[in-house]
Every structure is written in structure tokens, then in C-alpha cells.
């Protein structure tokens, strides 16, 4: 396949995830409704980093300096969500 259609499938796949967002976004989910475009966006993300960024291509000492912030992201979020789901 070449590489500029898979690019364009890619592409083609954001919007769509976009779409599915946006769509959710109606939905009376409750606190469900961040939960899912919080997934929606990591989906888009990784798309982003593997095709665009070229990151499926790179060894594993890319991959660790790529996936390291995510742990903090993590972190912050937990402490953040666990800090205001207990007060």
C-alpha cells in the first residue's frame, strides 16, 4: 500500500473518531459522557503518534521517552480526580 493512502485512511479515521465525538457529546451519559471522549482522544492520539510522528518505526529507547510522560499524565489526572472526588 503506499504510504500517502495510508495516510489519507488515517485521516479519514480521525474524522471519524472526531464525528463519534461530537455525537457523544449529546448523549446524556453523566460523567460517562468525559470517559468516553477521554478515550476517543487517546484513540486519535495514538493514531497520531504511530502514523504521523512515525513512532511504530522507532526502538524501544524512542518508545520509552515517548510513553514516560504519559506515567506523570496519569499521575496528575489521578491525583487531580482523587483530590476532588473526596473533598
Known sequence: ???YLTYIIVWIA???LTGITLGVSYLKL???NVAVALLIASVKA???AL???QLRHENRLVWAFA???LLFL???IGGTLA???FR
Open 67 to 69: 510513553l514516560f510522560p
Open 74 to 76: 496519569a499521575l496528575i
Open 46 to 48: 495514538a493514531l497520531v
Open 83 to 85: 483530590d476532588s472526588l
Open 14 to 16: 480521525l474524522l471519524i
Open 51 to 53: 502514523y504521523f510522528m
Open 1 to 3: 500500500m503506499p504510504a
Open 30 to 32: 453523566g460523567a460517562g
